[in-house]
């Protein structure tokens, strides 16, 4: 066993010796370590369960396993509300493999009977073609099937529409290439539940590791930073075993589908638009960015215009609801970065924000605001701010989408020909004149203007 540092291993507030690997998890990001990580370290710091420890898979890159792996795979995790901080060490990552250096243990992890799930946080574009992670749970599912041991469930923790599904495509896919007879065996016995998953984890800074040395006296190489807002809500369909989540806050399920709906298109959603416009206007974090009235208002218009599409669900006040997500973006202590939150549109854009504007355009609904957005995305992608410097668009898609959207203030139909991204909107003659109408707004006038001109027509026809 490696040695940790001494002060998370005394901050530890278990005895790790009892804890058995239940978990493997691929994609070991900073968003699993203050998410999921943290329910199942619950698990043994309230005596519920010793079975469900955690062996961590970096499927590609390495992360921060050398860093983890120096600690004993200990780590902190610094809650931060409005009213101030709390830390808890998190014991439950037991050992953290490297996929590409480490195939043979890796394989040994996901096929051993111990493993009863494996979880996945390794983002939408881990699901497609030339995605390690489905690649490594075929191979494991075929030596469990030849050994006779009961496969494990896929438990899907990534932002993407229907993520059970879409990791269930992903593997069956890839199982038919290579043998017809294990697609079907893993069709048949394989449980793919889909989940919601909710906590913002900003990239944690030197200013976070310098605070929990000298506050709480623990000196942590890998830390994660995160609000103290967690939700976790996962279908109830798992073929191997059931972790008991329900007794640590976690909500069980028969379908996820309109909780999904709601906090993919009203947070992740509204944190897109926000992250483009807020871009532009010049701010860094979210939190400045809502202490902007102008840029506020243009959210909450943009959750009122999503509101009415989205499904009744027992229970969920979604005013309050969409209250509280402005809390959350405007909560200072955290200060996500919009760099961040503008990151891989191209994937993001048609799993939260498009669904709602193809809706409205569809059912003829208000949807002004959710227009604005998609002109801030395109006119972001350009990669020029509003004074003519460049700056970089992290988005595998860029390249291709960049000339596209330099054209759309004379013709956006181009670039909404990309059906893949942008779906049936093309074909909606009247929208593209409005798309039309909101680039060119926005490269005349700015974001100030634009905006301002946006919200007055919605109060507009409001009244």
């Known amino acids: ?70 600690q004993n795979c200990l780590y902190s995790v610094l809650e931060r509300a409005p009213s101030g901080d709390r830390v808890r060490v998190v014991g439950s990552l037991l050992d953290y493999l490297s996929a590409p250096r480490q195939p043979a243990r890796t394989l040994a992890a996901l096929a051993s009977d111990r493993t009863k799930v494996v979880s996945l946080t390794v983002t939408g574009d881990g699901y497609e073609d030339g995605g390690t992670a489905p690649e490594l749970l075929v191979e494991a599912l075929r030596v469990r099937r030849e050994n006779g041991t009961q496969p494990f469930t896929v438990l899907s923790c990534d ?17 038919r290439l290579r043998d017809e007879r294990l697609a079907d065996w893993i069709e048949q016995n394989v449980s793919f539940p889909s989940s919601v998953v909710d906590r913002i984890t900003p990239v944690a800074e030197d200013s976070h590791r310098r605070l929990l040395e000298r506050r709480y006296r623990i000196r942590d190489l890998a830390p994660v930073v995160c609000e103290d807002f967690s939700q976790w809500i996962v279908e109830d369909d798992f073929c191997n075993g059931r972790p008991p989540l329900d007794q640590v806050g976690v909500r069980f399920v028969a379908n996820v589908g309109a909780y999904e709906l709601h906090k993919k298109r009203l947070l992740n959603g509204t944190h897109s638009a926000i992250g483009y416009l807020g871009h532009l206007s010049g701010h860094e974090r979210i939190d400045q960015a809502i202490s902007d009235p102008l840029l506020r208002g243009f959210a909450e218009s943009l959750m009122e215009e999503v509101a009415p599409l989205l499904p009744g669900v027992l229970g969920l006040d979604v005013d309050h609801y969409r209250e509280t997500l402005l809390e959350r973006f405007g909560n200072p202590r955290i200060g996500d970065r919009l760099q961040r939150l503008c990151a891989r549109g191209s994937t993001k854009m048609p799993a939260y924000l498009l669904p709602s504007l193809q809706e409205a355009v569809e059912r003829g609904l208000p949807h002004a605001t959710l227009t604005l957005a998609l002109a801030a995305w395109i006119r972001y992608l350009t990669g020029f701010d509003f004074e003519g410097r460049p700056f970089e668009v992290e988005d595998a898609k860029w390249h291709d989408l960049r000339p596209l959207a330099r054209s759309a203030p004379a013709d956006p139909l181009p670039l909404l020909e990309r059906r893949d991204i942008f779906g049936a909107l093309a074909d909606h003659a009247s929208f593209v004149d409005r798309l039309r109408e909101a680039v060119r707004a926005l490269d005349a006038g700015g974001p100030v203007a634009a905006t301002e001109a946006c919200l007055y027509s919605e109060r507009a026809l409001a009244a």
């Open 1 to 70: 066993m490696r040695q940790s540092n001494g002060t998370l291993a005394s901050a530890l507030r278990y005895d790790r010796g009892s804890i058995k690997a239940g978990i493997v998890h691929i994609g070991v990001g900073r968003f699993h370590r203050s998410h999921q990580a943290v329910y199942l370290d619950r698990l043994v710091h309230e005596e519920v369960s010793d079975e469900w420890g955690i062996v961590g898979v970096g499927p590609r890159s390495d992360g921060n396993r050398a860093e983890l792996l120096r």
């Open 159 to 175: 932002n993407l529409p229907e993520n059970g599904m879409a990791a269930r495509r992903a593997v069956v896919s890839r199982a």
